[in-house]
């Protein structure tokens, strides 16, 4: 029991930027559900707070129903990401080799969407990862997408 306490209280502390950050781009239906929301796919866009000029695009299904429709669905491990140079790319002061830059839940307590920055000296790319957690499972998830950005031109 104090190791779940623990475990919770260490998965909502380490939410990194704030989901409200994003910005919502629109919705596709995919599922009819007679009460409540239909499921759908939302394509939202997070700007990188520590690299200027660089878009992220994450579209994740959201389940409907009764229980999608309440927020007490837990949303299924399917999304996709896609960042893109949307202006000229500069990074504000010393990032690191690896960073969470965005957090999302997706659903009521525990389960938590994430994009993770990695960086790649060698070739100047900037490369993102999105992934989620469930804080109550003994492991991460194995689902995952995976983008990059390069730094400059070439």
């Known amino acids: 029991m104090i190791r779940f306490l623990l475990c919770t209280l260490l998965a909502l502390a380490a939410v990194p930027a704030r989901a409200d950050d994003g910005k919502r781009i629109g919705t596709v239906d995919t599922t009819f559900r007679l ?34 429709t309440l927020g007490l669905a ?30 999302d839940r997706m659903s009521a307590l525990f389960k938590v969407i994430r994009v993770s920055r990695l960086y790649d000296p060698d070739k100047q790319v900037l490369v993102y990862v999105v992934w989620s957690t469930i804080t109550l499972s003994t492991g991460g998830s194995a689902f995952n997408s995976i983008t990059a950005v390069p730094l400059q031109a070439r």
């Open 74 to 103: 837990t949303d299924p491990n399917r999304f996709s990401i896609a960042c893109r140079a949307t202006g000229p790319v500069s990074l504000r002061g010393k990032i690191p080799d690896k960073e969470i830059v965005f957090s």
């Open 35 to 68: 009460l409540g929301r239909n499921d759908r796919i939302v394509v939202e866009r997070y700007d990188d707070p520590r690299v200027d000029g660089v878009s992220c695009y994450v579209s994740r299904a959201e389940t409907g129903g009764v229980s999608g």
